[in-house]
């Protein structure tokens, strides 16, 4: 219309600058030092091609989240010839995020097969290749695009075995989440179709331990597993971690406490793990101590972890990055209603986006997705029931 702005002039939100607001305004330093550590990292998880390389270990034996992948991957492929890769670009490109930089270099390209762009074609010769006595780890280049081959993964490998008595260990890896400015075609988190599905174990990590420990498990595992790694994670949060003369998994099914608390049980997953902790951060300032559970896998879920935590603090807020209606969430409410009636002092509160796509507008995304700010107020007024 007249008189409208076009896209191009329409002013974004700097980060840097929203950082410096939130400190005069708010008196917050150290939310506003995150903020700043945030904007100097907006590259770390982007989308696309380009990414920077994967790189290794910093002096003290960290390693990223990514790294820790590409580490499990390595390690299996090692140890277990059956175990090969494809997916688009993960060969000679080296992946879109350079997960499997190298690797076709070292293991060829008959265990690092680069595939044309077609989801369902790369999970249904993923799946023959199991029934043929393989270990096929199929990589989508987003996880967006899973549901082009919804069909092999639903309605063959989630039921295969049921149907014939057949295993079929593959492992379906895919980038998901948002946050990383990169719109509704590549920031999704698809997890909730996969964890109505029977016969698939979906599991979501949020630090480089467990991601590592968990992918072995599932290359590992006899049964589909479809495993999401969240992009703002990747180069973001590193930690020490066991190298291959260690060999380690992480059980399928089991949650984890990050943080023990006695007035409100904080239970989530994936990137809203590492808010719920800095919330966590933030309460313990105002005298307010949160139990912060990551569930590490949404199918199968940990209800017994879900249950305990909240016998302990008798209040519970549910935060999750996938859609609020039918997401994981509304399932862990679902539980504490049936199950945890009695335990309880106050309703279940779930933090979620709302039934939209993702924003690509950097404040308008933020508007969308549960932060450390929305946690704290949520908390703060669950507490004093």
């Not at 174990?201 to 969240?230: C, M, Q, S, T």
């Not at 519970?316 to 039918?326: C, I, K, P, W």
């Not at 549960?370 to 946690?375: A, D, F, G, K, L």
Request: with cysteine; charged share 25%; proline share 7%.
């Amino acid at each position: 219309m007249a008189g409208e702005k076009t896209p191009a002039e329409i002013p974004q939100a700097d980060p840097a600058e929203a950082a410096k607001q939130a400190e005069k305004a708010e008196g917050k330093p150290r939310r506003a030092a995150k903020e700043k550590e945030r904007a100097e990292k907006v590259d770390a998880g982007a989308a696309g091609h380009g990414a920077e390389g994967r790189g290794t270990r910093n002096e003290q034996g960290e390693a990223t989240f990514l790294q820790a992948i590409s580490e499990a991957l390595w390690e299996e492929m090692e140890s277990d010839d059956r175990v090969f890769l494809l997916g688009e670009d993960i060969g000679i490109y080296g992946g879109a995020f350079k997960v499997t930089e190298g690797f076709i270099d070292t293991f060829g390209a008959e265990r690092v097969m680069d595939t044309p762009i077609c989801e369902e074609t790369i999970i249904g010769a993923a799946i023959g290749a199991a029934l043929a006595g393989m270990r096929p780890v199929a990589e989508l280049q987003y996880a967006d695009f899973i549901a082009n081959g919804f069909d092999e993964l639903v309605n063959v490998a989630g039921k295969y075995h049921y149907r014939t008595g057949h295993s079929v260990p593959i492992v379906v890896r895919g980038p998901s989440g948002g946050g990383v400015r990169a719109s509704a075609f590549h920031s999704q988190n698809p997890e909730p179709w996969f964890a109505h599905t029977p016969g698939l174990k979906v599991v979501v990590p949020a630090f480089p331990y467990d991601a590592k420990g968990l992918l072995k498990a599932a290359i590992r595992d006899d049964n589909p597993v479809v495993y999401f790694e969240h992009k703002w994670i990747y180069r973001r949060i590193k930690e020490v971690i066991p190298g291959p003369e260690e060999d380690y998994t992480v059980p399928i099914g089991e949650a984890k406490v990050h943080r023990e608390g006695d007035d409100v049980s904080v239970i989530t997953y994936g990137a809203m793990v590492h808010r719920a902790l800095e919330a966590a951060e933030e309460l313990a300032d105002r005298g307010i101590s949160i139990e912060v559970l990551d569930l590490r896998t949404v199918h199968p879920l940990d209800t017994q972890a879900i249950l305990k935590s909240v016998e302990r603090t008798s209040r519970a807020v549910v935060v999750y990055e996938s859609h609020r209606s039918l997401g994981i969430g509304a399932e862990v409410s679902a539980v504490l209603a049936e199950e945890a009636f009695e335990m309880l002092d106050a309703p279940v509160v779930r933090l979620a986006p709302p039934n939209i796509p993702v924003p690509f507008s950097p404040p308008l995304e933020d508007a969308y997705m549960p932060q450390v700010e929305t946690i704290v107020e949520t908390v703060e007024k669950l507490a004093k029931w």
